[in-house]
């Protein structure tokens, strides 16, 4: 079965402090895995997408890598924000499921002031 | 860009009623998503378009749930008769026509479903 696990599901951490959140898929033949941002009653928004090929993608003060062989891909926010405060989500296309995201239950951080 | 719209935001309805969600894709996108998101169960794909043609709507949870896509530009999920356990967040989301398993899916802003 192919699935997508972010641990943890919550991580509360003072403001300025780096950011770690890990996901992990069970299946190294992938298309790409998209990480989303949730903020409370809103939509998905798209934060960072990293094609099977490719180790690691940046953006501004995010930054995140991939690795198929061990299942895994890390999500870096810098000095953290209040604003950081959302649900990130991980989402992985899988080869075997062409068009089909594959999500993770997410990990909810909120960034105290 | 105006991004994925969708319409209503908030939509309370009693049960057995008819229930019609809208959504506008990003021009262009020619690949359309239903999601549903729930507590218990997290982010489902309901059904599936390219190219307006349903590809893939085995997550379609009952034959209440019915989706149309009459044109490019417009798709609707509509349920008839709604029940309370249908309360969740519906999202609709769109991906560009060219490589689109290489390219990134864009989310509306979901319309969050009551039934009572």
């Known amino acids: 079965k192919q699935e997508v696990t972010q641990i943890p599901a919550a991580l509360s951490v003072p403001e300025g402090e780096n950011l770690v959140l890990n996901c992990s898929f069970t299946d190294s033949a992938i298309y790409n895995l998209q990480w989303f941002r949730q903020d409370p009653g809103k939509g998905l928004t798209s934060l960072l997408l990293?094609?099977?090929?490719?180790r690691e993608q940046t953006s501004g003060r995010l930054n995140a890598s991939l690795d198929k062989s061990s299942g895994r891909s890390t999500l870096y926010i810098a000095a953290s924000q209040p604003g950081d405060s959302a649900t990130y989500l991980c989402?992985?296309?899988?080869?075997?499921?062409?068009?089909?995201?594959?999500f993770g239950a997410g990990t909810t951080v909120t960034v105290r002031a | 860009d105006a991004g994925v719209i969708q319409s209503p935001r908030h939509e309370v309805t009693e049960m057995g009623q008819e229930v019609t969600l809208r959504c506008k894709p990003i021009s262009g996108h020619n690949s359309l998503f239903w999601y549903r998101q729930t507590m218990m169960r997290g982010l489902e794909l309901l059904i599936y378009?390219?190219?307006?043609?349903?590809?893939?709507d085995s997550g379609m949870p009952e034959d209440r749930f019915s989706a149309k896509m009459p044109n490019a530009s417009f798709s609707t999920l509509k349920i008839q008769p709604s029940e309370p356990r249908d309360s969740a967040v519906y999202f609709c989301a769109s991906s560009p026509r060219q490589g689109a398993l290489y390219s990134p899916l864009h989310f509306g802003n979901g319309t969050r479903l009551t039934v009572t």
């Open positions: 989402a992985v296309r899988y080869r075997s499921n062409d068009y089909k995201l594959s």
């Open positions: 990293i094609q099977s090929s490719q």
């Open positions: 378009f390219n190219n307006n043609v349903p590809i893939d």
